[in-house]
């Protein structure tokens, strides 16, 4: 399985799930948090499911329901429903995840931790959620909890940079030392601290440019 993690803004984005049992609203759960437009298909749908913003179709899921979706999740736990959902997928070539078995699934759900504007994901590429977690855990303790205001630092000083310094190299190294920097205070730099990296930056660069000039 050869995976490659990609963010997407899913609001809006059309996706089935197939199954309307606990499984089936976990999946909904996390898919209808990020604002995903989403339609659930089977039989029987309990009631923890239908409250959640979904629409729902009281029947058992056929071929055709993958067409326009962008994700397709089979949790119904019914070896034939999945093989159908996973073969019109791959003729659609629509990202397919089984809930209840790994095999042939094309999209996972990895273990996820959220902290302001950081996103940590973890995936084990279906070996063991369990070990996910842990890994997402462990990961997620090293965040610093002022992280949201460095980054907020961070995104003004990406246009910043560009007036500093007029070449890619130096506007990277000025703005990951200001990074590091942030990391190692645990806060964000005062305006008076990040003048004097730019200056920093600058008396390395001109040194720099006249070595190269001899």
């Known amino acids: 399985m050869a995976l490659f993690p990609i963010w997407i803004d899913w609001q809006g984005v059309p996706c089935l799930i197939a199954g309307g049992g606990s499984l089936a609203r976990r999946?909904?759960?996390?898919l209808c948090?990020?604002?995903?437009?989403?339609?659930?298909?089977?039989?029987?749908?309990?009631?923890?499911?239908?409250?959640?913003?979904?629409t729902v179709l009281c029947r058992t899921v056929r071929a055709e329901d993958v067409e326009g979706r962008?994700?397709?999740?089979?949790?119904?736990?019914?070896?034939?429903?999945?093989?159908?959902?996973r073969d019109a997928c791959?003729?659609?070539?629509?990202?397919?995840?089984?809930?209840?078995r790994g095999e042939d699934t094309t999209a996972l759900f990895p273990a996820v931790h959220r902290q302001g504007r950081t996103v940590l994901a973890v995936s084990s590429t279906g070996a063991s959620p369990a070990a996910s977690a842990w890994l997402r855990d462990r990961l997620a303790e090293h965040i610093p909890e002022r992280m949201d205001e460095i980054l907020?630092?961070?995104?003004?000083?990406?246009?910043?940079?560009?007036?500093?310094?007029?070449?890619?190299?130096t506007r990277r190294r000025f703005l990951r030392r200001c990074l590091d920097a942030m990391l190692v205070k645990g806060e964000p730099l005062a305006p008076e601290e990040i003048e004097d990296l730019r200056q920093a930056i600058q008396t390395e660069r001109e040194s720099i440019k006249e070595e190269q000039e001899r």
């Open 70 to 85: 962008f994700l397709v999740v089979d949790a119904t736990g019914d070896a034939e429903a999945e093989a159908l959902l």
């Open 90 to 100: 791959r003729a659609g070539h629509i990202p397919f995840n089984s809930a209840c």
């Open 152 to 169: 907020a630092i961070l995104a003004r000083l990406r246009p910043l940079s560009r007036e500093y310094f007029d070449d890619q190299p």
């Open 27 to 30: 999946k909904a759960e996390l």
């Open 33 to 54: 948090a990020q604002g995903a437009d989403v339609t659930v298909a089977a039989p029987e749908i309990c009631s923890e499911l239908r409250a959640l913003p979904v």
